[in-house]
């Protein structure tokens, strides 16, 4: 959880002089070093890449939504609902402010760590340590005594510092967790979970406190670890045999993957572990908030798609889906092949790829259960908790049928479209728009006169489409949704979900309906867009940028991945290593 480790040539300051680990990893690595970090939180992820602070998963307080203007960082903690990060202008926080813990003080001279906790936030700069927020078991009191801090962490009721005099705990101490065991010799880091403390020093690692799921219990054979991490209920080290966890293992926090090549980092949060290595960044474990897929830009995208708490876009390297995950709906099975289409239900998803249909995510009415009797299916849509495709036989549709949503008339000719809205579908044939099931506020009452419909959209209790004319909607209409704005100039997509809607024409995109989360406030900029995707309170769109998207961020949804960029340094030469190591090996002498 929150804790103010660095790496990759991010140095600790004692007295203002770098230590001897950062020279000797200045020293061995390439001169051009640069800052990453890596903090797991709870049910997000953030780390620190070439191009910045990104983040992901969980973004009920605006937690993922990293604020604009961070200058160089070289430090960023992921807490409870709140995260912060160091860069040249100090510490920035941004989320959950109730307790005041995203309130950074002024007066920090140079603050070169920070970690968020649970509703506290503890800060390391050149007069000591410096903690705000909730107080309750008295993790802001920083006690006296600590002499250049070099690490401080957190967890949701207590704190940590390592400094000259070795580590200090304060906060509750329930468990034990805050009552530092004599005999550390020379304590090298520090990780406090949510019950239980680790500490490494010259004899190893110590872990003590809370022991519920044996994550106090170090296990033997470890040699030579360098990184430790606590997170909830689970440890983890990199020794020199890679990574290894123990602990609770309910969301298999601590299994770790096969394949991690030279990982110099690792991060537990709540129930998840994220490790840098020569890869990048991979995480494993709970994944309800997508807080474990790590994010990867679309290239070339074609298809985007909202849920009601997801987003998925496909491009040339696959799909991406991001978003709530509670049912798995944003995680893409891996071995898709060549998917051609993508689309985004309730809570669960569908594609097409080279094996035919692939639905993953919720499957309580079976939405997920793909019939096999389909051939060569050419388009998917995936509804509210059922599931439509057009293939050589026609309309097909599966999964909850309380409304005859899933029973498909058998007179349609030749359709050439389907959409799945939540509790009715419609389609296109050659007689025209076709729509079934629920129709309670007249969403399944196509209206008469629809000259040569080209697209139809489904939505939750209202449906658009488009023909010669123009758009058409019907059905509710509270908030307007089925409105039809003036002034459309050959429209050619049309997007329907919940309580608005939204079409793109010669002009470019347009929506109309609720905008209470900003979900019809389509942004200026967007050029020759192509796609547009509602969501039940957020939207989406391509134009030549990529995909972009607005409105409701809860859990995650208008938050579009972006690339992780991770240069692995190339050593330098022996020679340059030896002149370098020298030369700052002599300045630290005459500092001190």
Known sequence: MGRGQVFLGVFFRRGGVLSLVALLGLALGAIDTFAYDLSAGLNRTCVIDENGVACWGDNIFGQTVVPDGLVNPIAV????????????????????????????????????????????????????????????????????????????????????????????????????????????VNPSAVAAGWGHTCVLDDNGLTCWGYDSDGQAAVPSGLVNPTVIT????????IDDNGVTCWGGDDYGETTVPSGLVSPTAVSSGASHTCVFDDSGVTCWGKNTSGQSTVPVARVNPSVVTAGRTHSCALGDNGIACWGGNEYGQTTVPADLVNPSTVSAGGDHTCGIDDT???????????QAEVPEELVDPTSVSAGGSHTCVLDQNGVA???????????????????????????????????????????????????PGLVNPSAVAAGKLHTCAIDDDGVSCWGWDYWDQVTVPEGFINPTKISAHWRHTCAIDDIGVSCWGDDSHGQTAVPEGLVNPTAVATGALGTCAIDEKGVSCWGYDIHGETIVPVDLVFTVPEPASFLLQLAVLLTLLGLRRRAL
């Open 230 to 237: 606590a997170g909830h209920n689970e440890t983890c080290a």
């Open 356 to 366: 035919g249909v692939v639905c993953w995510g919720e499957n309580a009415a079976g």
């Open 77 to 184: 903690s992921a807490g409870s609902y709140h995260t912060c990060a160091v860069d040249e202008n100090g510490v920035t926080c941004w989320g959950d402010n109730e307790y005041g813990q995203g309130t950074v003080p002024e007066g920090l001279v140079n603050p070169s760590a920070v970690a968020a906790g649970g509703s506290h936030t503890c800060a390391a700069d050149e007069n000591g340590v410096t903690c705000w927020g909730n107080n309750d078991y008295g993790q802001t009191e920083v006690p006296v005594g600590i002499v250049n801090p070099s690490v401080v962490t957190t967890d949701s009721y207590h704190t940590c510092a390592l400094h000259d005099d070795g580590v200090t705990c304060w906060g509750t101490d329930t468990f034990g967790q805050s009552t530092v065991p004599e005999g550390l």
């Open 397 to 447: 549709c599966w999964g909850d049928n309380s409304y005859e949503q899933s029973t498909v008339p058998q007179d349609l000719v030749n359709p050439s479209a389907v959409s799945a809205g939540w509790d009715h579908t419609c389609a296109i044939d050659e007689n025209g728009v076709r729509c079934w099931g629920d129709s309670s506020v007249g969403q399944s009452s196509v209206p």
